[in-house]
């Protein structure tokens, strides 16, 4: 790779990033990283990193910068740019990266633990046939018995935005109040580029809408990630699951390739590369005990019944990933 001097970019910026975004934004959280609020480590020629500056003033006095999934760029320059980040940002952390760039990591020197899995589905091959799909069966039928509607909306056209907003409010509110972001990228009640948003009614009321981020490779949209989900309270059991069968259908129309339901943080976390054994440990006792912070049992579960492909996420800190650093990241996503 040429050696170009990297440039810090903001999200005023998105337009030069757009180009590598559809080139290399192969990855789920390829759009999150677009989100406003993070800054982009950009190298002309090459790609970007997305990633958040976080301060606070007792957890992290002097700071630290969180990297949000994995650099856009060619696969051959991954190495070389991470380098120049860290060069540039010494005490930074990376979150939801692929094992391939944890490979990367873990060759530089750094601790790399397990944080979940993400589970990918197939579309030009995903069916509803045998016993481990059955739930899905039974929720798409049920909601079908119940003239449950389900349609794609073109969020520009702001019909139903009174609707939307009503509806993701009282949602949140069911939730504790408060929207996670970084990890989770908002919902912005606005079109945005090539997403993708279908909504559920029943006898003409709103139940559900869901909103599905594109993910691309050579400029085309080879898939598509589950990011954003809003269910009515007294909608019947399967709305969720039920939209998201219907979208891959017309996606796989489309030809479509993938579809991610997203990480399950936490979940099967395993032994591998120079991992820290104590924070694997607390992390596994917390997805098993403290579901009252965040639904890590219920998220993997519900994936879990789409018998989807499971790749491996990871987490890692030039700091070495101890529990200090696990608590700055969840301070900063806002579990805390």
């Given at each position: 790779?040429?050696?170009?001097?990297?440039?810090?970019?903001t999200?005023?910026?998105?337009?030069?990033?757009?180009?590598?975004?559809?080139?290399?934004?192969?990855?789920?959280?390829?759009?999150?990283g677009?989100q406003?609020?993070?800054?982009?480590?950009?190298?002309?020629?090459?790609g970007?990193?997305?990633?958040?500056?976080?301060?606070?003033?007792?957890?992290?006095?002097?700071?630290?910068?969180?990297?949000l999934?994995?650099p856009?760029?060619?696969?051959?320059?991954?190495?070389?740019?991470?380098?120049?980040?860290i060069?540039?940002?010494?005490?930074?952390?990376?979150?939801?990266?692929?094992?391939?760039?944890?490979?990367?990591?873990?060759?530089?020197?750094?601790?790399?633990?397990?944080?979940?899995?993400?589970?990918?589905?197939?579309?030009?091959?995903?069916?509803?046939?045998?016993?481990?799909?059955?739930?899905?069966?039974?929720?798409?039928?049920?909601?079908?018995?119940e003239?449950?509607?389900?349609?794609?909306?073109?969020?520009?056209?702001?019909?139903?935005?009174?609707?939307?907003?009503?509806?993701?409010?009282?949602?949140?509110?069911?939730?504790?109040?408060?929207?996670?972001?970084?990890?989770?990228?908002?919902?912005?009640?606005?079109h945005?580029?090539?997403?993708?948003?279908?909504i559920?009614?029943?006898?003409?009321?709103?139940?559900?809408?869901?909103?599905?981020?594109p993910?691309?490779?050579d400029?085309k949209?080879?898939?598509?990630y589950?990011?954003?989900?809003?269910?009515?309270?007294?909608?019947p059991?399967?709305?969720?699951?039920?939209?998201?069968?219907?979208?891959?259908?017309?996606?796989?129309?489309?030809?479509?390739?993938?579809?991610?339901?997203?990480?399950?943080?936490?979940?099967q976390?395993?032994?591998?590369?120079?991992?820290?054994?104590?924070?694997?440990?607390?992390?596994?006792?917390?997805?098993?005990?403290?579901?009252?912070?965040?639904?890590?049992?219920?998220?993997?579960?519900?994936?879990?019944?789409?018998?989807?492909?499971q790749?491996?996420?990871?987490?890692?800190?030039?700091?070495?990933n101890?529990?200090?650093?696990?608590?700055?990241?969840?301070?900063?996503?806002?579990?805390?």
């Amino acid at each position: 790779m040429q050696t170009h001097h990297p440039k810090i970019l903001t999200s005023k910026n998105i337009d030069q990033l757009l180009p590598y975004f559809k080139q290399y934004g192969d990855s789920c959280m390829a759009y999150s990283g677009l989100q406003e609020g993070l800054e982009y480590f950009f190298v002309d020629g090459v790609g970007y990193i997305s990633y958040l500056r976080y301060k606070h003033l007792l957890f992290a006095p002097r700071g630290r910068v969180i990297v949000l999934a994995n650099p856009i760029c060619a696969k051959e320059n991954i190495h070389s740019l991470l380098q120049q980040f860290i060069n540039a940002y010494p005490t930074a952390q990376f979150i939801q990266i692929s094992r391939e760039c944890a490979l990367i990591l873990d060759q530089l020197g750094y601790q790399i633990n397990q944080f979940g899995i993400e589970t990918q589905l197939s579309i030009q091959h995903y069916d509803l046939k045998g016993k481990t799909k059955s739930s899905l069966r039974q929720w798409r039928n049920k909601c079908r018995r119940e003239e449950v509607e389900i349609e794609e909306i073109d969020l520009s056209q702001g019909n139903e935005l009174t609707e939307i907003k009503s509806l993701s409010q009282s949602w949140l509110k069911n939730k504790g109040g408060k929207q996670l972001t970084f990890l989770n990228r908002p919902f912005l009640y606005q079109h945005e580029l090539d997403t993708r948003c279908f909504i559920a009614r029943q006898q003409g009321k709103l139940i559900g809408i869901t909103v599905f981020d594109p993910f691309y490779r050579d400029n085309k949209v080879v898939g598509y990630y589950h990011n954003i989900d809003r269910i009515a309270e007294n909608a019947p059991h399967g709305v969720s699951p039920t939209l998201i069968l219907e979208a891959m259908d017309i996606f796989r129309q489309e030809k479509v390739e993938t579809l991610s339901l997203g990480m399950s943080p936490l979940y099967q976390l395993g032994a591998e590369f120079n991992y820290n054994k104590v924070t694997r440990k607390v992390l596994r006792f917390a997805y098993n005990n403290m579901n009252f912070l965040y639904p890590h049992k219920g998220n993997a579960s519900h994936k879990k019944k789409f018998s989807g492909e499971q790749q491996r996420v990871y987490f890692c800190s030039t700091k070495g990933n101890n529990l200090w650093e696990i608590f700055i990241l969840l301070k900063a996503i806002g579990i805390y």
